[in-house]
């Protein structure tokens, strides 16, 4: 029987499928199962700008932005502004806000710290006296000044093209006439409805016909609405020294709460100058304190002192190498880390290549440390949204928000629409801490934006939301791209490690070596390897937050790339969520 070419093609294309969902998988340890493909879909390329944010419709409002002639800024703020619409379970003008932003025209990179300080009144003395040991998630304590207003008005000062107003009202209008919600944020919804139905202003806000809303409805917010609407025609000063810092700290007062009007209008952001290191030629940029994105660095500096290549992906001996590599950095995350205002950090001492040669002694090969100690010098949980947009002039922005644990404290200002955060319960209750509370002070922050340079150019804008996932995100993305040789998007597909249990910035030691959580790509063998080495294992392959309203293991990842060659931007977005990357 002769057979067509056509349907020779067939059976060699069905061949090729059943053969590549069959054969070993080329990364030792990996294994390509239903839900964790090594790439499940290809990265997105546009010429003239393109933005990845965690929502479709937020991605979808930059779009917009950037195509009636704003500047990647512009994009990034309404975007911002649509997530804290649709996504309040991690974002929200209650909360903070840190950038990085690449500008074209001056070739700089330049960072922006728009987290909120403590209460004056927030002093060790007041919890002291009040013999509080812990500070709380919930209610009027853990509450500081909410940061992301300032920073948006920060950077349309510097960067924006269009008024604030036209950068708003997007989601405004959706907060008016009602946007479907989608399916992980009416799941987090739910897990917070359990914890936040009982506190002021939660109920009338987000469950304004009895429950919170479904997947697929529609959710409206007026409150919220109004509130935009007086931002955007009266600009950041409505916020912190106009109606709204008001009615905030009026609710404060009745409700025992610490933060007052003073504290709100004497509030301002501010620039800072990002720190790298280089890892095997590409040049990694994050944050200083008070801040965690150090410790990324620190964790590249400490495994570029290994052939991570030629361990291959998903191997123990790669697992255990990266876990112990973020246990020593994570130790000293818990030590120093804190607002640099108050403390010398030593960020130079902390990030230099020295420093990560005598840390890497301490890392035994398969075998596993119960403790570990902090660098000697002279001196886990949260929810978050990130994005990143890049414009047609090549300004890229790389921005995250966020109003820490859950959807923040549960306290809804009277009629405002929006939760302020919690990030006060990161504040260390020991005197003799660095990021022991204090009055005016900024508490230690676990979102972190993060950028990649090469030959001095910019190359990647991108992040990885989740609490104290980030670090150990932002690593595994530079290590996949750079060692394993993976995409941008497949970069982020790839099963993730998370190590969960080190001591933490607020005073809490790591005494049992805490629990590693493997995505369920990860092989039986490896899993069984690194037993043997001394590693417990957690059952961790939920992405999702469980009923005490901790953020999911694996965090969301959000990127963009600038190929110079071409002249295009890759982008790349989080297949464990509802995020979008989408470009023009």
Do not use: C
């Amino acid at each position: 029987m002769k057979l067509s070419m056509n349907y020779i093609k067939r059976i060699i294309f069905i061949f090729l499928i059943v053969g590549a969902n069959t054969m070993a998988s080329p990364f030792p340890g990996y294994d390509r199962v239903v839900g964790q493909p090594h790439a499940s879909r290809s990265e997105i390329i546009g010429s003239n700008g393109m933005a990845a944010t965690s929502h479709p419709l937020a991605t979808q409002i930059a779009l917009d932005i950037l195509k009636a002639g704003g500047s990647a800024v512009d994009a990034a703020i309404a975007a911002n502004a649509a997530l804290g619409l649709m996504e309040p379970t991690g974002a929200g003008i209650g909360g903070d806000l840190f950038a990085i932003v690449w500008d074209s025209k001056s070739k700089e990179l330049i960072g922006l710290n728009a987290s909120g300080r403590s209460p004056k009144k927030m002093t060790l003395e007041y919890f002291n006296e009040k013999k509080i040991d812990t500070i709380p998630s919930l209610g009027p304590l853990p509450i500081s000044v909410p940061g992301a207003v300032d920073g948006w008005f920060k950077l349309h000062e510097r960067f924006g093209i269009l008024e604030m107003e036209d950068i708003l009202n997007p989601t405004i209008a959706y907060a008016r006439n009602g946007f479907p919600v989608s399916e992980v944020i009416a799941h987090e919804l739910e897990a917070n409805k359990v914890l936040m139905e009982k506190f002021p202003g939660f109920s009338e806000t987000y469950m304004p016909n009895g429950d919170i809303p479904r997947k697929g409805e529609l959710f409206k917010n007026p409150r919220l609405a109004n509130t935009l609407e007086r931002i955007a025609k009266n600009g950041r000063d409505e916020f912190y020294k106009g109606n709204i810092a008001k009615v905030i700290s009026d609710f404060m007062t009745k409700h025992g709460g610490l933060l007052s009007y003073e504290d709100l209008a004497e509030h301002e952001s501010d620039w800072v100058d990002p720190v790298s290191t280089n890892y095997r030629g590409w040049d990694v940029y994050e944050l200083p304190p008070n801040g965690q994105g150090i410790a990324v660095l620190q964790i590249l500096n400490i495994l570029e002192g290994y052939d991570i290549e030629k361990m291959g992906f998903g191997s123990a001996e790669y697992i255990h190498t990266f876990v112990e590599a973020k246990k020593l950095a994570f130790e000293d995350r818990a030590k120093y880390y804190t607002d640099m205002n108050f403390v010398d950090v030593p960020v130079e001492s902390l990030i230099s290549k020295n420093y990560a040669d005598s840390r890497r002694q301490l890392i035994k090969p398969e075998q596993a440390s119960s403790s570990l100690p902090a660098g000697d010098f002279d001196l886990e949980q949260g929810d978050t949204v990130y994005l990143t947009v890049a414009d047609a002039n090549g300004n890229m922005v790389s921005l995250i928000q966020s109003n820490f644990i859950g959807m923040g404290s549960g306290m809804i200002p009277d009629n405002l629409g929006f939760v302020l955060q919690n990030r006060a319960k990161l504040f260390a209750l020991n005197e003799d801490h660095a990021n022991v509370v204090a009055g005016g002070k900024r508490p230690f922050h676990t979102i972190i934006p993060a950028f990649v340079m090469k030959d001095g150019e910019p190359l990647i804008s991108f992040g990885l939301m989740g609490g104290s996932m980030q670090p150990q995100g932002h690593a595994q993305i530079i290590i996949n791209m750079v060692d394993f040789k993976m995409n941008l998007q497949e970069a982020g597909d790839a099963a993730r490690i998370n190590h969960n249990g080190s001591s933490q910035p607020t005073g809490k030691i790591m005494a049992d070596g805490g629990v590693v959580h493997l995505e369920s790509g990860f092989s039986l063998k490896t899993r069984d390897e690194l037993k043997k080495f001394g590693h417990s294992l957690g059952a961790g392959s939920s992405n999702r937050m469980n009923a005490t309203g901790s953020v999911g293991f694996f965090g969301g990842y959000q990127a963009i790339m600038w190929d110079k060659k071409q002249g295009v931007y890759y982008g790349a977005s989080e297949v464990r969520k509802d995020g979008q990357a989408a470009g023009y």
